[in-house]
């Protein structure tokens, strides 16, 4: 499964039609794709739905980051000259060749691993972070809708956004079969102990504006405050990724204490909504940052976290609370 055989078979076939087809299909797996869409479908589309698919993406992001860090095996283009970067603007910058697998069942050699570690010209590959997105991500969306074209696109993403990958010269095939394993397991524990749980959604889409202290809602609280704090601790994790998921959860307790809206609206108002809190996120985190350049100097991790933490925060909250006061929201 660690084999470049397959990614040259593959790469046999390409053409200016195929590189540009995968190039596109890959797209819809990074991280700035998947930060549009998942902010213009919780304020434009559904904003329950929309936040539950937010967490979703947050958490994927954490445990393949984790993951990778944790087994630090490299991509099928780090260890075989002759591997194409299809995806990328410049060739195959390593010294090794032929260096996969011997069989199916092989491991990588110990010196294609180590010359990956020693030189870090690229991140580590295993699992896929774009497989088990695509199976977490829009596997929840085939869930959520019963529509037959909507559901035909999901399931089609599932399949060609891990193909394209190897395509591009990106994942090994037990790269691939990592990431739908870890997205598999995501998707069925959030979907099946999170939002089909009638019980943790009346707390956590409660639409009036008295809290109700109860063990549930303690629970919702811990989670959206001190959880993200205590996974920062466990080895490998990108702090970065956690402030991301504890401005999430601060901008939704903030929007949650007063009542979770009403997204019922007219498509035009939806639209309003959208670009509302694109405005928000690209003005607090330009903001933040010009902050950030002049009160902290070098390299030091709160440079990226306090501007990521506060703009996730705002485009929960601060857009929410707006476009209720314009009208473009309902709240109880």
Same mark, same amino acid.
């Given at each position: 499964?660690?084999?470049?055989?397959?990614?040259?078979?593959?790469? !046999?076939?390409?053409?200016?039609?195929? @590189?540009? /087809?995968?190039?596109?299909?890959?797209?819809?797996? @990074?991280?700035?794709?998947?930060?549009?869409?998942?902010?213009?479908?919780?304020?434009?589309?559904?904003?329950?739905?929309?936040?539950?698919?937010?967490?979703?993406?947050?958490?994927?992001?954490?445990?393949?980051?984790?993951? $990778?860090?944790?087994?630090?095996?490299?991509?099928?283009?780090?260890?075989?000259?002759?591997?194409?970067?299809?995806? $990328?603007?410049?060739?195959?910058?390593? !010294?090794?060749?032929?260096?996969?697998?011997?069989?199916?069942?092989?491991?990588?050699?110990?010196?294609?691993?180590?010359?990956?570690?020693?030189?870090? /010209?690229?991140?580590?590959?295993?699992?896929?972070?774009?497989?088990?997105?695509?199976? !977490?991500?829009?596997?929840?969306?085939?869930?959520? /809708? +019963?529509?037959?074209?909507?559901?035909?696109?999901?399931?089609?993403?599932?399949?060609?956004?891990?193909?394209?990958?190897?395509?591009?010269?990106?994942? /090994?095939?037990?790269?691939?079969?990592?990431?739908?394993?870890?997205?598999?397991?995501?998707?069925?524990?959030?979907?099946?102990?999170?939002?089909?749980?009638?019980? &943790?959604?009346?707390?956590?889409?409660? +639409?009036?504006?008295?809290?109700?202290?109860?063990?549930?809602?303690?629970?919702?609280?811990?989670?959206?405050?001190?959880?993200?704090?205590?996974?920062?601790?466990?080895? @490998?994790?990108?702090?970065?990724?956690?402030?991301?998921?504890?401005?999430?959860?601060?901008?939704?307790?903030?929007?949650?204490?007063?009542?979770?809206?009403?997204?019922?609206?007219?498509?035009? $108002?939806? &639209?309003?909504?959208?670009?509302?809190?694109?405005?928000?996120?690209?003005?607090?985190?330009?903001?933040?940052? $010009?902050?950030?350049?002049?009160?902290?100097?070098?390299?030091?991790?709160?440079?990226?976290?306090?501007?990521?933490?506060?703009?996730?925060?705002?485009?929960?909250?601060? !857009?929410?609370?707006?476009?209720?006061?314009?009208?473009?929201?309902?709240?109880?």
């Amino acid at each position: 499964m660690f084999q470049t055989e397959p990614i040259l078979f593959l790469q !046999s076939y390409s053409t200016d039609f195929l @590189n540009t /087809f995968f190039k596109l299909v890959t797209t819809l797996g @990074n991280e700035w794709f998947l930060t549009v869409f998942l902010i213009a479908f919780m304020f434009g589309i559904r904003y329950r739905k929309g936040y539950f698919l937010i967490q979703i993406a947050l958490w994927n992001g954490i445990i393949i980051g984790c993951l $990778k860090e944790t087994f630090g095996l490299p991509r099928p283009a780090n260890v075989d000259s002759r591997v194409q970067l299809l995806g $990328k603007d410049y060739p195959n910058p390593t !010294s090794l060749r032929a260096m996969g697998a011997k069989d199916f069942w092989g491991a990588l050699p110990q010196q294609a691993i180590d010359y990956l570690r020693n030189t870090r /010209f690229d991140d580590f590959g295993f699992p896929s972070g774009h497989t088990s997105g695509a199976v !977490s991500i829009w596997g929840t969306l085939f869930l959520f /809708f +019963k529509n037959t074209w909507v559901r035909l696109m999901c399931g089609a993403l599932i399949l060609l956004i891990p193909l394209s990958r190897m395509y591009l010269g990106r994942h /090994f095939l037990a790269d691939v079969l990592g990431g739908y394993a870890a997205g598999i397991l995501l998707l069925a524990f959030m979907y099946r102990f999170a939002y089909m749980n009638e019980s &943790i959604q009346n707390v956590i889409f409660r +639409k009036k504006s008295s809290v109700r202290v109860d063990p549930r809602t303690l629970l919702f609280i811990l989670y959206s405050c001190l959880l993200p704090l205590v996974v920062l601790f466990i080895p @490998n994790v990108e702090p970065q990724r956690i402030a991301s998921l504890l401005g999430i959860n601060i901008g939704y307790l903030l929007v949650w204490k007063k009542g979770i809206p009403d997204d019922n609206a007219s498509v035009h $108002k939806r &639209i309003l909504r959208v670009l509302i809190s694109f405005i928000c996120y690209f003005a607090v985190r330009f903001v933040s940052g $010009k902050i950030m350049d002049v009160l902290v100097s070098g390299d030091s991790v709160y440079y990226e976290c306090i501007p990521i933490l506060l703009t996730t925060c705002f485009v929960i909250w601060g !857009s929410t609370e707006l476009s209720v006061k314009l009208g473009l929201f309902k709240r109880q």
